[in-house]
Each structure stands twice: as structure tokens, then as C-alpha cells.
């Protein structure tokens, strides 16, 4: 059975980080480029960052540029989000998606990928 798992959301202060992960049960990651998503209560789901099946290639959505960190162990099957100086604009469900084509130019898109995790929560308060 094909699986993405989201894990490491929670409750932050704003300043925090949070590490997320992806990982995935009943294919190869490494075959595949990996895209993080977001959706905030309302609002449409938001591309976050992906990575292409090397890891060599990354792409960031203007919004989090400079405070998220995106990186694959294909070995361990596993994408890490790392967020730093959080806020609350970035409250919101995350999840992981695959794809099976890396295209940098719509890596942010949702429609490229094929397959999603069930999201992890993330709410920045104080």
C-alpha cells in the first residue's frame, strides 16, 4: 500500500522553528521529486518548496525564502522541512506530495504531483 506520512508539526511560538518530515511506505522516494504544501483554514493550498530526486535542486515560494530549508536522505526513504523564525501566517496543515518528473518551473504547482501525505498541523501562537 502506497503511503506518505507527515510528521513533526505542532504548537510553536512565533520566532520557533519546527522540523517536518516525509516519509513513505510502498515505493522509492528517490524516484520521485518532493514537494511540501500548506493550507491555511480557508485559504488555498500553497506550494512551499520541492526538491528534485538528487536533492541537488530546490525551489522556494517567495513567502518562506530565507526561513525554510528543504533536504532529502534518500537512503532512509525521508524529505525534511526545516522552518525557522516561524510566524503565524504560517499556521496551516502541511503536506508532502510526489511527483514523478522534476520541473522547476511548476514544482510549486499542486497539479504536477500524483500522490499526497495526509498533512501534519502547524500553529504558530503565543
Known amino acids: 500500500q502506497l503511503e506518505l506520512v507527515e510528521s513533526g508539526g505542532g504548537l510553536v511560538q512565533p520566532g520557533g522553528s519546527l522540523t517536518l518530515s516525509c516519509a513513505d511506505s510502498g515505493f522509492t522516494l528517490d524516484d520521485y521529486a518532493i514537494g511540501w504544501f500548506r493550507q491555511a483554514p480557508g485559504k488555498e493550498r500553497e506550494g512551499v518548496s520541492c526538491i528534485s530526486k538528487s536533492g541537488g535542486t530546490t525551489h522556494y515560494a517567495n513567502s518562506v525564502k530565507g526561513r525554510v530549508t528543504i533536504s532529502r536522505n534518500n537512503a532512509k526513504d525521508t524529505v525534511f522541512l526545516q522552518m525557522n523564525s516561524l510566524q503565524p501566517e504560517d499556521t496551516a496543515v502541511y503536506y508532502c506530495?510526489?511527483?514523478?518528473?522534476?520541473?522547476?518551473?511548476?514544482?510549486?504547482?499542486?497539479?504536477?504531483?500524483?500522490?499526497w501525505g495526509q498533512g501534519t498541523q502547524v500553529t504558530v501562537s503565543s
Open positions: 506530495a510526489v511527483a514523478p518528473y522534476w520541473q522547476p518551473d511548476l514544482c510549486v504547482m499542486s497539479a504536477v504531483y500524483d500522490f
